[in-house]
């Protein structure tokens, strides 16, 4: 009876080492079949260098990246709070490669001294140092409820709703947008990049006013005649107020 129970351990113990085994040369063999990455490129990014998303996601070459997978490397730099997506892919010669998709940023936003990023889903990130090419509109003066600002802030949809409603109209004139002024619940205001005057919007119908706006901007392009433009005020109902800038006023009276 002892020696049938010493068998029966035998070959529970001989059948445990085998599954063992079997693991062990599973894994090996995973390994062996397994591309070997010496280095990554990242490729598609705008807004950061590529060696600083590799930093950030712990992928500089070297030891960092032994025996890694494809999938380790996708979800790291998808973590980035500027990425959207990330494509991988083995380019052979022990090279792989990272197409970073970012996110689309619509506008730079301030709050408490502080300077975030805003995308078109209204998302806010914070603006990390190194950051490129970043000439877009400035939203500022929000009113807000606390120190922080929530997606779900009127305000900021407003704002997100004008520059929206500038890039449908047109591109050139969503470019020229240097600030959007939310004035803490007042006379929102815009202003421009290479445009002397302001353009006060107030509050309600803001898409149809910059519609409105969107024509005689185009025609102010045309004749180049905004130097002499101070303001251009939308707040009266189917009313275009200009105000003129009298020194220059009288200085062409005196040319003409």
Do not use: W
Request: with cysteine; proline share 3%; net charge positive.
């Amino acid at each position: 009876m002892a020696e049938k129970k010493a068998e029966i351990k035998f070959a529970v113990l001989e059948f445990a080492l085998i599954l063992l085994g079997l693991g062990i040369a599973a894994v090996l063999n995973d390994i062996k079949g397994r591309p070997q990455i010496h280095s990554i490129e990242i490729k598609g990014n705008v807004y950061l260098s590529g060696e600083t998303y590799k930093k950030f996601a712990r992928l500089q070459d070297g030891e960092s990246l032994k025996n890694i997978e494809l999938q380790t490397i996708m979800d790291r730099l998808s973590k980035h709070p500027y990425v959207k997506f990330v494509d991988v892919y083995y380019s052979g010669k022990n090279k792989c490669i990272a197409i970073v998709h970012e996110k689309f940023f619509t506008a730079i936003l301030l709050n408490n001294n502080k300077q975030f990023l805003l995308d078109d889903d209204l998302t806010i990130e914070p603006l990390l140092p190194f950051t490129n090419n970043i000439d877009l509109p400035v939203i500022e003066n929000l009113r807000t409820q606390g120190k922080h600002i929530s997606p779900k802030n009127k305000e900021l949809i407003t704002a997100e709703k004008i520059l929206y409603a500038a890039r449908l109209l047109n591109k050139d004139l969503y470019f020229e947008i240097s600030e959007i002024d939310m004035a803490h619940g007042g006379d929102i205001v815009v202003r421009f990049t290479n445009y002397d005057f302001q353009l006060i919007l107030g509050r309600g119908n803001e898409i149809r006013k910059m519609a409105y706006f969107n024509a005689v901007y185009n025609r102010m392009r045309r004749i180049n005649n905004a130097r002499i433009i101070d303001y251009i005020d939308l707040r009266f109902e189917n009313q275009i107020c200009f105000g003129f800038k009298p020194k220059l006023i009288s200085y062409l009276e005196k040319q003409s």
